[in-house]
């Protein structure tokens, strides 16, 4: 195609800070049809450790702002230039401000907003007491005047698309694509070598957690199930992920002398190894939207305990089936889940066989091609 006819597709994010939103737009840019469309990046902010993951064909535009005031009139001025013809948005508060630039600049770009997170708990873990109010009493306003403008909604979960269906009062615009999580590069970086000496040891069991240290993650209940498995047996607890509440944590390791037991690795390029070698793999999270290391250590063969929280994981795992699911915050039943795993070796072989062929579903091929679906619709109807 004549590059003259190529769908112009923009993809905006605040940075490229290690998350699930931003490795699922950076495996967008990597393998859509550059035969078909034309691609790049906007961020408020040029910075983030994924930023070397984007293919070096795209090119990246920055508007060096962190003020989402300055990020609105920035827009405003992109819409009127008419740069692209669909505009990928994620984040509530960034989807806001671009349907809003969208408005008021008059531009023809089509608008698709991105929903990863559940709605219901922005407000319980909003840093400040302003941004608590905002989500809990503007953002409901917001999301019924203005997401029924958008040209798209995509939700990577149908938990998440009942909440935004419930808020909108509007079918016709949500569409539920889910992640684009596995192909075959998570596989080869799965067998790279570990080279930490708890790996290397085949009498402790490894419980590997990976995500941000953050309170939606609620680690500190996985803190606590782990001193229960240690009361009966050895285990250790491997953390791969950084963020706010990494010294909170370490000094609940302490308190709970769980230090010798737990190892905080910190952000790492390649968490599929560590997926691979590990005995079960465990999020104890409040909320998803999705879950994408889920998928990831099931595609690992790694046996998976995860919280039933209000969206995502329950869309994954067919609890007894693929993996296992537990109430949030109930450090007993997680406990009794990981054990569950650990001490029957034909149960974490069914778990590892069955985990493979469901992480199958959510390959990076399939959601492209619901997402090229979508701009194709929007595009030519």
Known sequence: MDSNNKVRITFFLPSLECGGTERNTVNLLSDL?????????????????FIKDVPKEVPIFSFNAHSLFKIFF???????????????????????????????????????????LSFFLLSKN????SHRFIARFLFPYFIKIFYPTADAIVCVSKGIADEIFTMTGHWDKIKVIYNPVTDD????????????????NPYIPIILMVGRLSKTKDQPTLFKALSLIVEKQPARLVIVGSGTEEHKLKKLADKLNLSKNILFLGFQDNPYKYMKKASVFVLSSLQ???????????????????????SGP?????????????????????????????NDPHLAEKFSFEGRKRAEFFSVKKSLEEYEDTFQKLIYG
């Open 314 to 342: 329950s869309e994954i795992i067919q609890d007894g089936i693929n993996g296992l699911l537990v109430p949030p915050q109930d450090q007993i039943s997680l406990a009794n889940a990981i054990l569950r795993i650990l």
């Open 74 to 116: 920035s827009l405003m001025a992109y819409f009127k230039e008419e740069k692209t013809d669909i505009f990928v948005s994620a984040f509530p508060r960034f989807n806001a401000v671009v349907l809003l630039a969208k408005k008021f600049s008059g531009g023809k770009s089509k608008i698709i907003i991105t929903e990863h």
């Open 33 to 49: 049809d550059k035969k078909n469309y034309v691609v790049s990046l906007l961020l408020a902010e040029k910075k983030g450790d």
């Open 288 to 310: 998803e939207g999705f879950g994408n290391v889920i998928v990831e250590a099931m595609a690992c063969g790694t046996p998976v305990v995860a919280t039933d929280c209000k």
């Open 126 to 129: 909003a840093k400040t007491v």
């Open 185 to 200: 590069k998570i596989l080869k970086m799965a067998e790279k070598k570990v080279d930490h000496e708890w790996f290397r």
